[in-house]
């Protein structure tokens, strides 16, 4: 290839290549925006993008080349245009000629009818009147106006006769059509619909203000108000706002459809976004069935909405009927019940799940909202209480959408009386009166009473019963549940203490399995101080930390006295896990139930004191690899940690055995190759159990 003819693959050729004469990059600035306006419109009004983004981008950037070099080709219309302009210093107003109306309401089906009644009598008919049905979009109502088919001026309702002049945050909505699409628009055309924003947009734009430590939006129309109402237009066009087009205001020069229903269809075609859930009805009762429809799909659709409009579908019979004061005859609002309500919290209770997590729970003055009285609502946990800022005596607002159970969404704080209390964490349990314990970095604060609380009661014995703990054959969930709630037992200890006369008692329990239940309870205690230790539920000693303890304290006692730079100096055990062990041993009443246990015979093997190199896989090196189905790969690493052997990373010559789990790939055939050991998980799950762990 010549010097001077750069190959087409070449960037930095194709950057230097001069731009050509200005007629060739009008026709080429006219096909782009022709592109772009298409792509935008597929992507953003009819959700089927057409482009790849990459295509869309380099397109849109080859436009913006044309505009720096030939800034006598940049119009407002411009797709480039939707990037924010210069900040305002302030919104011009602007007169509306035709008035933005509102709606009256209705808020159940006697309002419904009686609307209904009165556009029948108006009209002078018997006939069933055709209804347009809308869904009632929660954003903020815009005027857009199009002259020749250019948006010349975007503008608030504001009180319906004057409004703001948005021009400039308006072209950064990628679903408005700075130029109308197709042919034969009139030379004045004024389109009325919503801005909203979809809730995705405004979830993630809340979890940034948090991040940002930034006061939240209170919900979806006030986020599309505030990003509308911005002087610097950059910030409009960084949050993501969606139109939706509803009305007709001003139109000269051409005719328009007769049914209100075909001038959306008409505006469709012109390339504005309409709603996908509009459908035209008979009579009342098609619209109470469709309202029916939207009130139970309401919260699968990806934006918010308060109601349904109804719209008397013919023209000339909406010219018949006229308005009265600034809202319509031929048009009403049927609302939702309201998802938010404010009420007063008058304490907060503090609840003690299963596993020991305590949650605070508001109680409220019953309040009717999104059709339920609603007297409590979770506050998760205190990181929560202190986001939200609440306090006993707040006056709050209670959030229900749909079957979602009710939130207190934020607190009205201008409301709050002086005599407000803050509130607190308890430092004991509700329950057990245990501490409540909550370590740094954790959002949950739990009760540290396991057993002895009779909220975790439950669970700790199934724990307590489980395969890789004492492994007692028989004593499954339900029996514990029935064993506990017929007080047969109340700690771990009462079970070595139950006799075949109590045991028969339980339901479906027949003599034989009776005994067989009696007999694998004795069974169990002969353990191992590991599965001992791992029995007793303490916060995040699973299978291997018992182990490990095992191995480094092989007594009971030596563990029970261990202080926190011990514990911490044991394999796999970090700050978190020590402190968790630390708080467990400390608490009266665990001595106790260990105690208990020992006294009703539980007992291992004593261990003989075992240095490291005396663990029964040590020297021995060991790599993982594939996927594991009953374990992740780190928990195997784990097992083989605590059984003393080395974990590496690669396979050589000198690693003992692979553990290969499926989907195994280069480790295996060098594996295979160098004639190593290769374990399926199969085959390790026995090798642990040899030594004494069992997983699963
Ligand atoms: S029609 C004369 N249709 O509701 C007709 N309004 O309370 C005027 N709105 O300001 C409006 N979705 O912001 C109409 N499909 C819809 C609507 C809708 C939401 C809002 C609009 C208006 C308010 C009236």
Redo the contacts with the bound molecule.
């Keep these: 290839m010549s010097q001077d003819q750069p190959s087409l693959f070449d960037e930095s050729a194709k950057e230097n290549t001069p731009i050509t004469g200005l007629a060739e990059n009008t026709a080429r600035a006219i096909e782009l925006h022709d592109q772009l306006n298409q792509a935008n419109y597929a992507y953003y009004v009819l959700d089927n993008p057409s482009l790849p983004d990459a295509e869309y981008d380099r397109l849109f950037h080859e436009l913006k080349n044309i505009e720096t070099q030939f800034p006598q080709l940049l119009s407002s219309d411009s797709p480039t245009q939707r990037v924010g302009a210069t900040p305002l210093s302030q919104f011009e107003q602007v007169t509306h000629e035709v008035a ?4 009256d ?1 209705a808020f159940n089906e006697d309002d419904m009818n009686d609307f209904n009644r009165r556009v029948s009598e108006r009209l002078n008919t018997t006939d069933v009147i055709e209804y347009a049905c ?8 815009v005027s857009l106006l199009y002259e020749n088919g250019l948006l010349v001026r975007g503008a608030t ?1 504001g009180d319906g006769s004057t409004g703001e002049n948005i021009t400039q945050n308006i072209r950064t909505v990628a679903s408005i059509p700075l130029k109308l699409l197709g042919a034969d628009h009139p030379p004045v055309l004024e389109v ?3 801005v909203y924003m979809p809730k995705r947009s405004f979830e993630s734009l809340n979890v940034l203000a948090r991040e940002n430590d930034e006061r939240e939006f209170v919900n979806p129309r006030n986020a599309a108000a505030g990003s509308l109402r911005q002087l610097d237009s950059k910030i409009t066009a960084s949050r993501r706002l969606e139109f ?1 087009c ?2 007709l205001g001003r139109v000269e020069g051409r005719d328009m459809p007769i049914k209100h229903s075909e001038i959306l269809a008409q505006f469709s075609h012109w390339g504005f976004k309409t ?1 996908a859930e ?1 459908k035209v009805v008979q009579g009342v009762e098609g619209c109470l069935g469709y309202y029916q429809q939207l009130a139970e799909k309401r919260n699968q659709l990806s934006y918010e ?1 308060d109601g349904i ?1 109804f ?1 008397v579908n013919d023209i000339a019979q909406q010219q018949r009927l006229g ?1 009265v004061s600034r ?2 005859r031929w ?1 009403i ?1 049927h609302k939702f019940p309201a998802q938010e309500e404010m009420t007063i919290l008058e304490g907060v209770d503090f609840q003690v799940g299963r596993t020991g997590a305590i949650t605070p729970v508001a109680r409220l003055k019953p309040v009717f909202v999104g059709g339920v009285t609603v007297s409590n609502a979770t506050l998760h946990n205190m990181d929560e209480i202190k986001r939200l800022d609440v306090r006993i005596g707040d006056t709050v607002v209670i959030h229900r959408a749909g079957d979602v159970i009710p939130k207190l969404a934020r607190v009205v704080l201008e409301r709050r009386p002086h005599s407000a209390v803050v509130i607190e964490m308890l430092s004991r349990c509700p329950v057990c009166d245990s501490h409540i314990e909550r370590l740094e970095d954790e959002a949950i604060a739990r009760c540290s009473g396991g057993l002895v609380c009779g909220a975790q009661r439950k669970e700790a014995i199934k724990h307590f019963a489980s395969r890789k703990a004492m492994d007692i054959d028989g004593l499954g969930d339900k029996i514990v549940e029935q064993l506990v709630d017929e007080n047969l037992i109340s700690s771990f200890a009462d079970l070595y203490s139950l006799d075949m006369e109590s045991v028969a008692t339980l339901e479906r329990m027949a003599q034989k399995s009776a005994q067989n239940l009696l007999a694998a309870i004795e069974d169990s205690k002969k353990t191992t101080l590991a599965k001992f230790l791992y029995s007793l539920g303490i916060r995040e000693v699973g299978v291997t930390t018992a182990q490990n303890l095992q191995n480094h304290f092989l007594d009971i006692r030596t563990l029970v006295k261990a202080d926190f730079e011990t514990l911490i100096s044991v394999q796999d055990v970090g700050p978190i896990v020590a402190q968790y062990i630390l708080n467990f041993f400390s608490e009266p009443h665990n001595q106790e139930v260990i105690d208990g246990l020992l006294q009703a015979g539980i007992h291992w093997p004593q261990v003989e004191v075992k240095t490291a190199d005396q663990l029964p896989l040590a020297t021995q090196t060991f790599v993982v690899t594939g996927t594991l189905n009953l374990m992740g790969r780190d928990e195997a690493k784990g097992y083989l940690q605590a059984l003393g052997a080395k974990v590496a990373g690669s396979v050589s010559a000198k690693t003992h055995a692979l553990v290969a789990g499926e989907k195994a790939g280069s480790k295996l055939k060098k594996a295979q190759d160098l004639g190593i050991d290769i374990l399926d998980e199969a085959a390790f799950i026995q090798l642990l159990s040899e030594h004494g762990i069992e997983h699963g």
Excluded: H, T
């Design positions: 933005m109306l509102s709606l309401n809308e869904p009632k979009l929660d954003g903020i109502a309702r009325r619909g919503e939706c509803y009305s709603n509009s909405i409009v719209k308005f809202a319509p048009a609002a």
